[in-house]
């Protein structure tokens, strides 16, 4: 399975980008998908998670209420609508796949992943 991470860049504060991750190379599989980033210097850390069905969601205190994370029809590729971007937002973001036969179910842990991205780039100035 690959994950295609793309759609970061430079943005002011308070501007916005969308993120997109597109899975391929096994078909018939499920999987919840989550975003994680990782500053300089930092841990990677939790972002937001959405479930196969897309029917549930979860997200980062940091990000709540300005981050949105959303599944395509085909549900093969999963999107992060940022808004309201923070200069603390800037990271390289990853995305990730678990195959569940869960449907319904988010996963927040970095080590229940399998499958990465190979992370894209979000900087926001001040």
């Known amino acids: 399975v690959q994950l295609q991470a793309s759609g970061g860049g430079l943005v002011e504060a308070g501007g916005s980008l969308r993120l997109s991750c597109a899975t391929s190379?096994?078909?018939?599989?499920?999987?919840?998908m989550g975003w994680f980033r990782q500053a300089p210097g930092k841990e990677r850390e939790f972002v937001a998670a959405?479930?196969?069905?897309?029917?549930?969601?979860h997200y980062a205190d940091a990000v709540k209420d300005r981050f949105t994370i959303s599944r395509g029809n085909a549900k093969n590729t999963v999107y992060l609508q940022m808004n309201s971007l923070k200069p603390e937002d800037t990271a390289v973001y990853y995305c990730?796949?678990?195959?569940?036969?869960?449907?319904?179910?988010?996963?927040?842990?970095?080590?229940?992943?399998?499958?990465w991205g190979q992370g894209t780039q979000v900087t926001v100035s001040s």
């Open positions: 959405i479930s196969w069905f897309g029917s549930a969601s």
């Open positions: 190379g096994r078909t018939g599989t499920s999987y919840a």
């Open positions: 990730a796949a678990d195959p569940t036969l869960r449907h319904d179910t988010v996963v927040v842990n970095a080590s229940e992943y399998d499958y």
